[in-house]
């Protein structure tokens, strides 16, 4: 079966309020970039509250069949004369306007980049925003993933089902960004609902690679690597679900972190799954990875994602440039999966090896359970996302902290009206992961997400004799795109079959670094360092000191 790629369908777009240029709000800030109500008394009435419609018999009727239940229409009448009380409170709900997050620092709207200034297609939107006067990111021009919200600067998060959508708020990152003097120079194209690790799905084209055009730069942070490595930016935002910062860095030849789980906050940001969310740098060189994670680590008190302590360091100092007294260990099972090319295999040893010379101490160590990582991440990214992603129109409920509502407003009303616009991966994962809700009642995701504090529990056991873990980023090196014909199974696979060792270490949330290790055939190749929770400045360290070799 052939499908008609969604990038050859849609050629432009039309952004909403693309014209508007974002409100400066120069309110009280305590914290690092944290919007804290200074509320006395009740919060301020909302001056023009919405119409909350009583429910109709008929679309009752709807949902007591959807949960089986056996309602006469003298029952639903009475249950509808009961929520009378229950909708007065959501009407009261309605006249006041909620507390936000800020919005510091003036800019423009920007605008969409030609294609003659888009060469790789990595641009979503171009823009200046020009931060704090100095600062450890003074000078350096940064660009943002398109998931991540920069209020006044649209936000399609690489689907037409977000078209239009222009965030009113800065995430966290953002304004941590701007008070550290970097300067925002636009949004990175993202792929389509971030639900990809290659650079094929976003509606807006693939992005590609910026050695070989015709091949992947790898997802979903795909615009990311993309612009980093071509130098089109100092460094750029990721984000990382299934190993989406990691990924693109490795096929596009980039420096990619995910942190810590919960290290940097993720308020403000398109999310996949609560428990797998990480957002994170990518730059050409770790120091300039340490730089920025320094700016934008530490609680913001509005992520449910930093529910626990939260530990920083200050990284750009912990680079001594070299590695000695490091043990790193060669994991054995991140090596020859059955579609790993030997000479990725070969350059990844090769390269521990030489840390060797950096003054590292590099073994060789097994962990079978990494072979089920992929299983237990399946699980988990699948269901999860059906019902955070989708069902949950992005936000979701059962968790405190900083609810983004008019990206939810928007993507819950488009999301419903432009569902044949999903790409292909999303599509999958909402008629998998709702047969298995439908069916097994979630109870497979709740074994992942047990199974998953045991392979946690295996990689900290192996961490207990070495510092870090060293394996291939990925099996393989970047691949050729899908024709705009492909069939939905070459689509889905290249969108999916590289992640078998970054996928895991989004599940146990241990910090995570891809670093060039050389070329082959003309393309990157990705070494992966894993440290244990928190010791991100170690996991960085190694790769300065690589760098430094290399």
């Known amino acids: 079966m052939t499908r008609q790629s969604s990038y050859s369908r849609r050629q432009f777009f039309r952004v909403g309020a693309a014209g508007v240029a974002a ?29 909350l419609r009583k429910p109709p018999l008929d679309e009752l009727g709807r949902i007591a069949k959807s949960y089986d239940l056996d309602l006469s229409t003298e029952d639903l009448a009475s249950f509808r004369t009961l929520m009378d009380g229950v909708l007065a409170s959501y009407r009261r709900l309605d006249q006041f306007a909620e507390p936000t997050l800020p919005v510091k620092y003036a800019r423009n709207a920007g605008s969409r980049p030609p294609a003659s200034e888009n060469r790789l297609n990595a641009w979503y939107w171009k823009c200046s925003i020009k931060g704090a006067p100095s600062g450890p990111l003074a000078g350096k021009k ?22 239009g959508y222009v965030p009113d708020v800065d995430a966290t990152i953002v304004t941590r960004i701007l008070d550290a003097g970097g300067e925002i120079v636009g949004k990175a ?7 990809s690790g290659g650079s094929h799905t976003s509606d807006t084209g693939p992005v590609l690679n910026p050695h070989d055009p015709k091949r992947s730069a790898g997802g ?7 612009l980093v490595a071509a130098g089109e930016c100092d460094m750029a935002i990721g984000g990382d679900q299934g190993g ?20 940097v906050p993720y308020t403000g940001v398109f999310p996949i799954e609560l428990t797998l969310d990480h957002t994170g740098p990518i730059a050409r060189t770790a ?38 007294g490091v043990r790193i260990g060669i994991v054995r099972e991140g090596f020859g999966w059955p579609n790993s090319e030997p000479d990725v295999d070969k350059m990844v040893r090769d390269a521990g090896a030489r840390l ?36 949950g129109n992005s936000m979701g409920t059962n968790w405190k902290g900083h609810y983004t509502t008019s990206l939810l407003d928007f993507y819950g009303r488009s999301r419903r009206a432009r569902a044949n616009d999903l790409s292909e991966t999303v599509k999958l994962v909402i008629l998998l992961g709702q047969y298995m809700q439908d069916n097994y009642h979630g109870r497979y995701y709740a074994k992942a997400q047990n199974l998953a504090r045991v392979l946690r529990a295996a990689y900290d056991e192996a961490l207990g004799s070495v510092d870090l873990l060293l394996m291939p980023t990925l099996p393989l090196k970047a691949t050729l795109l899908p024709a705009p014909n492909a069939s939905r199974e070459e689509y889905v696979a290249r969108a999916l079959e590289m992640i078998t060792n ?21 393309l990157p190749v990705g070494m992966m360092l894993i440290g244990r929770h928190w010791e991100d400045a170690t996991v960085l360290r190694a790769a300065d000191a690589f760098q430094k070799l290399t």
């Open 23 to 51: 409100t400066v709000v120069t309110a009280p800030r305590r914290g690092r970039g944290v919007a804290h109500a200074a509320v006395q008394g009740p919060p301020p009435l909302n001056t023009a509250p919405r119409v």
């Open 142 to 163: 940064i660009a943002i993933k398109d998931n991540v919200c920069v209020a006044g600067i649209p936000m399609m998060n690489g689907s037409a089902v977000l078209e």
């Open 189 to 195: 194209v993202c792929e389509h609902l971030c639900f």
């Open 220 to 226: 979903s942070s795909s615009g990311s690597a993309a």
């Open 244 to 263: 989406s910062i990691r990924i693109p860095s490795s096929y596009s030849g980039a420096v990619g972190h995910k942190p810590t789980y919960g290290l």
């Open 287 to 324: 120091a300039d990875c340490a730089a920025l994670l320094e700016a934008i680590a530490g609680p913001d008190g509005l992520d449910p994602r930093q529910s626990g302590a939260v530990r920083t360091e200050p990284y750009t100092k912990k680079l001594t440039g070299d590695a000695r």
């Open 356 to 391: 060797t010379r950096a003054g590292a101490a590099v073994t060789e160590v097994s962990v079978p359970l990494h072979r089920d990582g992929i299983h237990i991440w399946n699980a988990i990214a699948v269901e999860g996302a059906t019902m955070l992603m989708v069902a």
């Open 502 to 522: 970054t996928a895991p270490f989004d599940v146990t949330g241990h910090p995570a670094v891809t670093v060039p290790a050389g070329m082959s055939a003309g």
